[in-house]
Every structure is written in C-alpha cells, then in structure tokens.
C-alpha cells in the first residue's frame, strides 16, 4: 500500500465518513412509523370502552322500562339513555381533542371531515326525528325507527373511518353494527332493545380489546 492509497477516502464516500448503517436506517423508520400509527390511533381502546359501558347502562334501562324489571317510566328511561349517551359523546370529543392536538396537514383535514360528517349525520337524524314522531303515536316504534336511522349512521361512519384511516378495527365495527341494525329491526318493536343491549355493548368492547392489545404492541416495538 502507498503512502496515496493510505489517504484515499473511501470509495462512495468522503474523508471522515463512515459505512452508510443500513440497520440503523431501518429502526428510525420503523419508529418514525410506529409513532405515526400511535398518533393516528390514539387510545381508541379507552373510547370503545366508555360507549360499550355507556350502549350497556343505556339500552339496558330502556329495556328494564319496557319489561318491567326496573320501576321507571318510559320517558324516564329514555333521560337516563341519553344521559349516558351525551357523557360517552363529551368524554370522546375531550379524548380525541386531546390526542390530536399538533396534528395539522392531511391529517388534520381528514379529522375535520370525518368529525364532521358525525355531526352532521345525527343533525339529519334530529330533523327526521320530528317526521317519524308524525308518523306513529307508539313510543317503542318510534324509538326503534330512530335507533335504526342512528346505528346506520354509526356502523356507515365507521366503515368510512376504517377506510380513511387504514383502520381494520374501526372497519370491523362498522359492519359489527350494520348486522346488529338488521337483526334489531327483523326483532320488531318487541324485542330490538334486547338486540341492542346485548350485541351493541359486545360489539364496543371487542373493538376495546383489539385496540388495547393493537396499542400494547405499538409501544412494545417503539
């Protein structure tokens, strides 16, 4: 070897600098990745699981009204139905404000459109609520109608959200409660809140379950 050949960099390279590693390349991009699905994801475990809990107390105290288990009117029933509803509804919005917060760009876009489309699904659902009111005296009708109307929004938007967000759980749930929406209806007005306090809640909290097993495995490869 010369003293030349001694003072030569590398070839591909320049003076100093070491082997491209290839390996450690790879690890930023598995976490850059892992991070990008942490954010995308976010807890969604907890926030199935606060609507199975709120769709279980809900549905079940119209059920215990409709069937006399529990001593409460209908009206009654249906307060505390919506109570339960509206605390699952504030706590998500809290959640997820939360968990995209610096969020900008397409993401961000996409949120605002998919939130949006939520609102202004159970706004329409609001307006056709006074219509079906015209239609029928019967209260237990009329509540199966709108929870029909409301859980094809719900199994729809989470399709959307699946495939928006390149989420198979969010998808999964989405044709969960399209089939439930079927077999409450087939049920009639007798019998679709047992449909519905039993597949409903089961339904949310599977989707808890795979989205806290899809979260443990993301930090574990962060």
Aim: with cysteine; proline share 3%.
């Amino acid at each position: 070897m010369t003293p030349q050949s001694q003072d030569r960099p590398a070839e591909g390279g320049s003076p100093g600098e070491g082997p491209l590693d290839l390996h450690a390349a790879l690890r930023l991009v598995n976490q850059a990745e892992t991070r990008a699905r942490q954010e995308l994801h976010g807890n969604d475990g907890l926030i199935y699981l606060i609507w199975g809990l709120a769709w279980l107390v809900g549905y079940g105290t119209l059920h215990g009204s409709r069937f006399a288990w529990l001593p409460l009117a209908s009206g009654q029933a249906l307060a505390i139905h919506g109570g339960c509803i509206l605390a699952a509804l504030v706590s998500t919005v809290v959640l997820v404000s939360r968990q995209n917060r610096g969020i900008r760009g397409h993401s961000s876009y996409l949120g605002a459109m998919y939130g949006g489309g939520w609102a202004l699904g159970f706004l329409t659902m609001g307006c056709l609520g006074g219509v079906v009111g015209a239609m029928t005296g019967d209260f237990w009708l009329r509540s199966m109608a709108l929870n029909g109307i409301a859980i094809l929004i719900v199994g729809l938007m989470y399709m959307a959200g699946g495939a928006m967000f390149n989420d198979r759980n969010q998808a999964v749930l989405g044709i969960w409660f399209l089939v439930v929406n079927i077999v409450s209806l087939l049920a009639g007005p007798l019998h679709f809140l047992t449909v519905l306090a039993v597949l409903g809640p089961l339904g949310f909290f599977g989707g808890a379950v795979a989205g806290t097993v899809r979260r443990r495995r993301l930090r574990a490869g962060a």
